[in-house]
């Protein structure tokens, strides 16, 4: 990889205009991916006009993108490693992370890889497990797996299969990972339309798990709606493989939004993409299709909803959620086009398939989520580059609220929401166009601050290792966790 140092004018902007960075280049061999993005977006593979290829060369020989594979970052972020796919070829999903190990979930299984050195991160063991998406979570001697794909059965050795099959299979799979260079499968849940995703409510004894599963349409007869509500299970450490479903919540005993005709381009809501938890202050936030929630887990067994809100004017698709530190806030957003558009470009705008930022006022049962602002990359994308906003977490800065985000090919944004009505990006890191002709699923499905580092798994190009170096975030390099699952929020203070 050869390093450039030479700046680079993004002339075209997406809202306001981004503060000025100096940036630093590099290049990677090109390639492609086949993976799909998360269900119900555009195909892996698509065409785009003559017209919008065109565009998309104008704009890279402008200057105003980068060009294929290309990598560019603002001056205060360093891109420290990429550990390509190696066995599993699938879609590269989520992250989790324990000690000096990071976890990476990807559609046809996991790796696990050794981050003692974050600039040379090694790989400690792959294990097969077919099954989308395969969000991924570990706590103790426990890694916990979702399945929401039509299977033949729970093992790991399962083949595809149509749902319209009675034998068909989805839900949780439970790995006991004590022995981190051979995990062992160990149990398996099979819950209501599947799981998506899901969250973990830890206690000592037992851990909770919220299974996020939703019906996609009508055409499934094993997952229609109504489906308005969260599985429960619950896993005793000492025994899971006693682990099982005890209890189904009602979120929403109205049936929810009820999504495109009465609502345009809004999705129906029957059942949540994902749920963050925060135990310490005994809260959760649910992302649930055209709903945003606030959920009391005083009981975790038996979440209630505080306060439920909805935005049928700019999100299609509430997809996931963010605390700030103190509780005070929530980030939601808003998966437009299911992660497989274009919706980083001029015509979508500074709006739609972005963060919405709410407070929380009020306290107790009365509490209420208060709409403040959006948040968007402030960077055009090509109309060949999957964008929109997904997975992110705190970076942990006392007195203030920063996040670190995936945006798929819109790659890694690090962004201040410390002032809710005025966010902004301090820093960035991303990839070109995989294609300057077919829009390819691609780009950061997740970007994570854990202990120092920014960790992100690319769809395509694989596992990324960055760092950030600015006065704004320099407080949580002395930040340690031993654990961290970004959907169980930790209370860093």
Not at 143 to 156: A, K, P, Q, W, Y
Not at 261 to 274: I, L, Y
Not at 422 to 442: A, H, N, Q, W
Request: hydrophobic letters at 35%; proline letters at 7%.
């Amino acid at each position: 990889m050869t390093s450039l140092h030479k700046p680079r004018v993004r002339r075209r902007r997406l809202g306001v205009a981004a503060a000025a960075f100096g940036l630093i280049t590099s290049f990677l061999a090109a390639g492609s991916a086949t993976a799909t993005p998360d269900p119900g977006g555009a195909p892996a593979k698509e065409r785009v006009s003559k017209s919008q290829a065109a565009d998309t060369e104008a704009a890279i020989e402008n200057g105003d993108i980068p060009g294929v594979d290309e990598i560019v970052h603002s001056k205060n972020v360093t891109h420290l490693a990429n550990i390509p796919k190696d066995a599993l070829q699938g879609t590269n999903s989520d992250l989790a992370f324990q000690g000096k190990y990071a976890f990476a979930g990807n559609y046809d299984g996991f790796r696990i890889f050794d981050i003692s050195d974050p600039k040379a991160p090694k790989t400690v063991s792959q294990v097969l497990c077919p099954g989308s998406q395969n969000d991924i979570t570990v706590s103790g001697d426990l890694l916990f797996l979702s399945t929401d794909s039509s299977r033949s059965d729970n093992s790991c050795n399962s083949a595809t299969q149509p749902a319209t099959e009675k034998s068909s299979w989805e839900g949780m799979k439970i790995f006991d990972i004590s022995d981190k260079r051979n995990p062992s499968y160990v149990a398996a849940v099979e819950t209501a339309c599947g799981s998506h995703t899901h969250t973990l409510v830890p206690e000592r004894r037992n851990v909770y798990i919220y299974v996020s599963s939703y019906s996609p349409s009508e055409t499934f007869p094993d997952c229609r709606p109504p489906h308005d509500g969260i599985s429960v299970i619950k896993v005793p450490r000492s025994a899971p493989e006693e682990s099982a479903v005890v209890d189904f919540p009602v979120l929403f005993p109205d049936g929810g939004n009820p999504g495109t005709p009465t609502n345009p381009g809004v999705s129906k809501t029957t059942g949540c993409h994902d749920i963050t938890s925060y135990p310490k202050l005994k809260l959760a936030a649910g992302a649930c299709m055209g709903d945003g929630v606030l959920l009391d887990i005083s009981n975790p067994a038996a979440p209630k909803v505080i306060d439920r809100v909805q935005d049928n004017v700019n999100f299609a698709f509430w997809h996931s959620a963010t605390f700030n530190e103190r509780g005070s806030k929530v980030v939601f957003t808003d998966e437009l086009g299911g992660g497989g558009a274009a919706t980083c470009n001029a015509e979508i705008g500074p709006d739609r398939g972005a963060d919405g930022i709410y407070d929380i006022r009020g306290k107790g049962e009365h509490r209420k989520l208060v709409f403040r602002s959006y948040y968007k990359i402030p960077r055009h994308q090509a109309d060949t580059e999957n964008c929109v906003a997904h997975n992110g977490s705190l970076i942990p800065v006392k007195g203030r609220d920063i996040m670190v985000q995936a945006w798929y090919q819109g790659g890694v944004s690090v962004w201040d929401f410390t002032n809710s009505a005025k966010p902004k990006e301090i820093g960035y890191f991303e990839r070109g166009p995989i294609s300057t002709d077919t829009l390819v699923g691609g780009g950061a499905w997740s970007a994570y601050y854990y202990n120092g580092h920014i960790y992100s798994n690319d769809i395509a190009k694989g596992f990324d290792v960055l760092r950030i170096d600015d006065r704004r975030t320099d407080g949580a390099k002395w930040v340690r966790m031993p654990e961290l699952n970004v959907q169980t929020q930790p209370d860093y203070r």
